[in-house]
Every structure is written in structure tokens, then in C-alpha cells.
């Protein structure tokens, strides 16, 4: 099939050339709107408990979480004082009146003292605005704004979950933009000293780009029908970019060989289109089947990079496989140039680790394991303001809450009792709440109450046949094991049937649901990846082998984000506050892309090594040589994506920090350490079992399977050794 594309597309290059250029041009302007089109997320996992709790407190008491908080600075450095009092006052009164506001509590309507400074100087007013994510950050933009303000009575800054994600989004697109505009030049220039030829360059950017803008437009098309994150958008930039560049580096490549073995070129470009696109297409659904495993989430945040995965994978091999062969037909002889032995340092590397195989494993091994140690110490915590760079608006007025109040009023718990409650029994409950570890005050139906006792009335009413209770949390609770206190609430017994709800709770069932499904993605990853290599290899050992070597790699990966950004190391250097703990989807979408990318380049290394082992049946042999056509362009391919991914360690936001040193780092090890010396070191101990299978899997192999070399390039003995 690969062989009739490719005469297929030397036979109609410049149609097919306009073609392609023609849908770049489509696909970009439709793609350039697709920024509008997506949509942002919060951290709720549909159909739990927290979320339930969520429809019930909007839907019956028009209320929810506070997500909006205004920190309010006394001038006079009293917020009692009467001139504060009406100034702060009227700007509730204010606050009440945009719309799209329900629910509005401030200290001087209530005098909670959880909404007081300790230090008397400051008090909060909280609000609730009603809308999706992206609408009400949206309108935060120009409201955050507007609120701010310095009068002679106050001084108002803006905070509270929605401020704090608009500004990491804000910050997170910014960062994004500056990390495009320094790789791509980079890209560019590395490229030229790659392929030591301007136009190769040109071209294999240009397949990237193509991906690129098609990858925008898929994601455009599909958040017509469903919600699309925007950050699927930021990494179809980074991915498109990279596949593109992997993908025409090897078609490039074996075109180049195939000249030099003496090909005309037309024969050239249909022999590389062949070869080299059949290990593409099994790279490309060995990335998409790693990136599909997000959809086992049911966030729609991480699906969307499934989508965004998926067309990537398409379109940048669509790139490698009609856009680079028809430009090869017309320009092929401005790739060329003169053929010179590549891959000796990292051949003379393998064959070392062969001839001393245990000793070169184990030390690699060895380092592997020290750089992965850090792991064991592995602390999932939730999202907060000091993912934001330090001075960003809303982190400052966080962090001055955290300083300076004594509880967390704009993180509460949120009780909803379905059914009605004897006031005794309300009492009694909201009583045995407050004496939780790590509760402020609770506000019930029957009043305001903190260690136990009743200590003044409260503005929660009750509404049909339930109420609702709000429990605020002090920081040490924030700041502390937050899912175990959600769940001494939940085991509080109730007098009536209830949920539990609140930003606390939305974020700890997010983390249990993202970590109860987390084997079953991890489990279609290995089963799907095991089955794409035994088709391409026809073996069962070898995929093992890989798997055991990808996860190693990683391993390493998760080692770094723990050292890095859990105890903080380097953070002088890269620029971040560590937290003591992980947020769990990042790595959960780190360990996709990573898993993807290290088995892409298993794919491209293992399948030079078989089709030297169909040619001379010597798997040394095979295995040297293999390294010596494919690792120096594995390296090149690595260092290039790992400069990608690097430039996201220059912005402001920690996840895009974590993403990009952590994704660089196993890119790099994986292309060097893995691929050059355990993979040889395995083979090499294995020997002839590295290709056994039981005789119904060679037959299915035979049949489904990639075959590399056309069989009249094989000999006698190969052909009979196969088909026997």
C-alpha cells in the first residue's frame, strides 16, 4: 500500500504539492479561530459527591462556592471604624448588583470573625459568580479590574479560585507564546546543522507546521460537539512540532540512503515512502494509543489531549507521507549530500556495552535508580496560588489571607442535608463538626458555632425540607492533608442524609477519581503498546523489553518532578515556589506523552535493528548497525523536542514547568542511556530469543505484521528461515 502511495505521489507531486498547500492554508485559517472556541476547566470529576452537592446548593439556595474574594485593606488601619464601615459597605452593596452574582457575604453584614484579620486592619467580602469556567473568567477579566481600587477609606485587591485560574491561564498563554516564538527559531537552526541542507530543514518544519494548524482546526471541529480544554491547543503546538520533525528526519533520511545505494530518484523517494512510512505509521499509532488512554478520565481537561494527541499523530504523519515525498520528487536533489559514516560514536558505545554486557546494564541500571529514588517519596497535595509566579495579583492577596486570617473563609466545606432535621438535631451536629481538627467555625440553620459551642447566630438559612451547613476550614487544615479532612467530615454522623461539598472536596474527589483510574489507563498503555510492537517485530520478547525499559525511563522522570518540584531543588534557578507535593494530573499527562514518545522512539530504533536481522540473520550485527543508521537521528530528534519542551521551564506557571523539564529529561535519557546501551545490552544477552514467538503468533505476524525489507532484498536463507 505504502509502495503505490509513494509512486502515486512522485507521479502527481505538484498536484498533490498543491494540494497540500492549499489545505495548510484551509486548515490555518479555520485553526486561528480555534482559541474562541475552546473551553477552560475546574478541578470537579462528574457525578461524585462534591459535585452533587454543588447542583443541590445552586439549583435550591442559589449559592456555592465563594469564588470570588476581596481582600479589603482599612486605610485607617481599623475595619470597624465607621468611615470603613460604610465605604466597605457600599462596595457589597456594589458587589450585589453585578450581574451574574448570587451570593455575597462580607464581615461587616455578618461579623464572622473568620472573614477579620487578626490584626483588625483587613476583612474579606466573598461572592459567588454564576457560569462556566470560561464565562466567568471571561468576565473576571475585565471585572478583577474594575474591583481593584484604591479610595481614601480602602484599599481592594482581587483573589479568590476563578481570579487565581483566569491568571494561570493568562499566565500559562503568555508563557506558551514566548516558548514558541524561542524554539522555533531554534528548531530552525538546529535543523540546518542536522541535515547541513537549508531546504530539509525548510521542509521538515514545514511538515510540523502542517500538523500544527491541522491539529487546531481537529480540535475547533470537535469542541462543536463537545468541551475542548485550551490547553489541548498549547500542546498540539509543542507535539505537532515535534512528531513533524521525527517523522521527516527518518523519511529524510532513508531517502538519503536510498541515493546513495544508488536509486534514481524517483525509485528513492517510493523506496524511503516504503520503508521509512510504515515505521512512521506504527511510531504514530504507538503516540495516538498512549495519548488515548486520557480517555478513560472523565475530565474532559485531559480527553481533550487525547483529541489533540490523536490528530497530531494524523496529520503530521499525513505530513511525512504526501507533503515530504512530493517535495522530494520535485527538490529531492537539493536534500542530497555526500554520504559519510554516521552513528560511529554511538556504534563503538553499543558495541562496548555488548562485549561487557552485565557490567555496562548493571551500571546504568545503577544510575537509573539513584536518579528515580527520589519517587519513593512521591506526595500528591492540590492545586493553590503558588503554582502562579510570585507578585501576581491574586497569589499576593492568597498569600495575605494565608499570613494574616485565621481561617480559609474562601475555601469552605459546604453540608448538604437532604432531608429535614429536628432543630436539636441540627444543633447537635453542627456542634460535633466544629470540634473537627482543622475547623474554624461552622454556620448552621441554628447558629454559629466553634470548638463545640454555640457562639452567636449565623445568616444560613434553611430552604424546603433540608438546610446546609458551611464549615471553615483553618489554614493548618489548607495547608495540611486536605482529603483526610473531607473525610472526617464525611464520617461525622449526620442526622440526616447529606453530602459534602466545597472547593476541599471538589479537589479530593478530583484526586481519587483521577488516581482510581489511573491503573486502568496504565493498563491500556502497556497491553496496547506490547501488541503495536509484537505486529512490528513479531516477537514477544521485545516488547517486554521495551515496556521494562520505558517505564524505567520514566521512572526517572517522576524522580525529577519529586527532587525538582516537590522538595524544591533548583527552584532559584527555574523560578517557582515548591509545595511539598505533586498535583496528580500533570504527571498523569506527563506519563502519557512521555510513554508515547519513548515507545516512538523504541519503534524507529527497533525497526532498523529487524531489518538488519532479516538481511544478514546475526543479532549483533544487526543490533550494531541498526544504532549506527538510527541513533545519530534519534539523538538529533530528541535534542530538538527536548529544546521544545525546555523553553516551557522559562514561563511563570509550575505545571508548564514540570511538563517541560520533567517530558525533556525523559526524552533525553531515553534517546541516549536506554536506546544506546541497555537496548543493546538486552539484545545482545538474549540473543536468537529475542525474535521466538509460539508458531500461531509468527502466522498472525506474517499476516498483520510490518515487514521493513521488500522480500527480494532478503536472502534464500532469511526467506527460508521466515517462512519455514
Known amino acids: 500500500m505504502l509502495t503505490r502511495l509513494g509512486r502515486f505521489v512522485v507521479r502527481r507531486s505538484r498536484a498533490v504539492l498543491i494540494g497540500v498547500v492549499l489545505a495548510f492554508l484551509g486548515l490555518g485559517a479555520y485553526g486561528a479561530g480555534a482559541q474562541a472556541d475552546l473551553d477552560l476547566a475546574r478541578w470537579d470529576a462528574p457525578g461524585t459527591e462534591s459535585v452533587r452537592a454543588a447542583d443541590i446548593l445552586r439549583e435550591e439556595y442559589g449559592t456555592g462556592n465563594p469564588n470570588l474574594a476581596l481582600l479589603v485593606t482599612a486605610r485607617d488601619g481599623d475595619v470597624d471604624s465607621p468611615r470603613t464601615t460604610a465605604a466597605a459597605r457600599q462596595l457589597a452593596a456594589e458587589v450585589r448588583d453585578i450581574l451574574g452574582v448570587t451570593d455575597v457575604s462580607a464581615y461587616w453584614t455578618g461579623k464572622s470573625p473568620a472573614l477579620r484579620a487578626s490584626d483588625g486592619e483587613r476583612a474579606l467580602i466573598l461572592a459567588r459568580l454564576e457560569g462556566s469556567a470560561t464565562d466567568t473568567r471571561e468576565r473576571l477579566a475585565t471585572l478583577s479590574p474594575q474591583l481593584a481600587r484604591t479610595t481614601p477609606q480602602l484599599t481592594v485587591s482581587v483573589g479568590g479560585q476563578e481570579e487565581i485560574s483566569r491568571q494561570v491561564g493568562e499566565q500559562a498563554r503568555a508563557d506558551f507564546l514566548r516558548a514558541e516564538m524561542i524554539a522555533l527559531p531554534a528548531v530552525v537552526l538546529l535543523l540546518i546543522l542536522v541535515y547541513r541542507r537549508t531546504v530539509a530543514a525548510l521542509l521538515t518544519v514545514g511538515v510540523g507546521l502542517l500538523s500544527v494548524v491541522g491539529t487546531l482546526a481537529g480540535l475547533r471541529a470537535i469542541a462543536q460537539v463537545t468541551e475542548v480544554s485550551t490547553f489541548a491547543a498549547n500542546l498540539a503546538l ?40 510504515r515505521t512512521v505509521i506504527f511510531s504514530g499509532v504507538t503516540v495516538a494509543v498512549s495519548l488515548c488512554a486520557l480517555l478513560v478520565f472523565p475530565f474532559f481537561f485531559l480527553s481533550s489531549f487525547a483529541y489533540a494527541g490523536v490528530l497530531v499523530v494524523v496529520t503530521a504523519v499525513a505530513g511525512a507521507l504526501l507533503l515530504l515525498p512530493a517535495a522530494l520528487a520535485r527538490w529531492g536533489h537539493r ?53 502562579l509566579p510570585t507578585g501576581t495579583s491574586s497569589r499576593t492577596t492568597s498569600e495575605t489571607i494565608h499570613e494574616e486570617f485565621p481561617a480559609e473563609p474562601t475555601d469552605a466545606v459546604q453540608v448538604v442535608l437532604r432531608e429535614a432535621a429536628s432543630a436539636g438535631a441540627t444543633q447537635r451536629y453542627a456542634a460535633e463538626l466544629s470540634r473537627i481538627q482543622g475547623v474554624f467555625e461552622v454556620d448552621a440553620p441554628t447558629g454559629r458555632y466553634q470548638d463545640g459551642h454555640r457562639t452567636g447566630p449565623s445568616e444560613v438559612t434553611p430552604r424546603g425540607g433540608g438546610s446546609r451547613l458551611t464549615l471553615i476550614p483553618t489554614q493548618a487544615a489548607m495547608r495540611g492533608d486536605v482529603p483526610a479532612f473531607v473525610g472526617a467530615v464525611r464520617d461525622t454522623p449526620e442526622p440526616a442524609a447529606a453530602l459534602v461539598g466545597g472547593y476541599p472536596a471538589e479537589t479530593t474527589d478530583f484526586r481519587a477519581t483521577l488516581l482510581d483510574r489511573l491503573p486502568y489507563a496504565v493498563g491500556l ?62 504527571p498523569v499527562l506527563m506519563f502519557c506523552v512521555a510513554y508515547g514518545l519513548s515507545m516512538d522512539y523504541e519503534v524507529f530504533m527497533l525497526a532498523r535493528i529487524k531489518e538488519e536481522y532479516e538481511r544478514v540473520g546475526d543479532t549483533e550485527r544487526a543490533v550494531a548497525t541498526g544504532i549506527r543508521r538510527s541513533a545519530p537521528l534519534i539523538t538529533a530528534a530528541a535534542g530538538i523536542l527536548a529544546l521544545s519542551f525546555l523553553t516551557y521551564a522559562t514561563g511563570g506557571v509550575v505545571f508548564l514547568k514540570e511538563l517541560g523539564v520533567g517530558t525533556a529529561l525523559t526524552i533525553l535519557v531515553d534517546a541516549t542511556l536506554i536506546r544506546v546501551v541497555l537496548l543493546p545490552v538486552a539484545m545482545r544477552l538474549a540473543g536468537r530469543a529475542n525474535w521466538w514467538a509460539p508458531a500461531p503468533l509468527r502466522r498472525l505476524h506474517r499476516r498483520f505484521g510490518l515487514h521493513e525489507v521488500p522480500e527480494g532484498d532478503k536472502t534464500p536463507e532469511v526467506l527460508q528461515r521466515e517462512y519455514a
Open 238 to 277: 509543542v507535539l505537532g512540532l515535534g512528531l513533524g520533525i521525527d517523522y521527516s528526519l527518518f523519511v529524510i533520511n532513508r531517502y538519503r540512503e536510498e541515493r546513495h545505494a544508488g536509486h534514481a530518484q524517483p525509485h528513492a523517494v517510493v523506496r524511503a515512502t516504503a520503508a521509512a512510512g
Open 335 to 387: 536534500v542530497e549530500r555526500p554520504q559519510r559514516t554516521a552513528g560511529g560514536l554511538w556504534q563503538r558505545v553499543a558495541l562496548a556495552a555488548m562485549r561487557r554486557p552485565l557490567a555496562a546494564g548493571a551500571a546504568v541500571i545503577g544510575v537509573l535508580l539513584f536518579a528515580a529514588s527520589p519517587l519513593l517519596g512521591l506526595r500528591f497535595g492540590l492545586p493553590d496560588e503558588r503554582a
Open 525 to 586: 498503555i502497556l497491553v496496547a503498546t506490547f501488541a503495536i510492537l509484537f505486529l512490528m517485530t513479531g516477537s514477544l520478547l521485545l516488547p517486554a523489553k521495551a515496556t521494562v525499559l520505558n517505564l524505567l525511563s520514566l521512572s526517572v522522570m517522576f524522580g525529577c518532578l519529586v527532587w525538582v518540584f516537590q522538595e524544591g531543588h533548583l527552584s532559584g534557578l527555574l523560578g517557582f515556589t515548591p509545595t511539598g507535593s505533586i498535583e496528580p494530573s500533570i
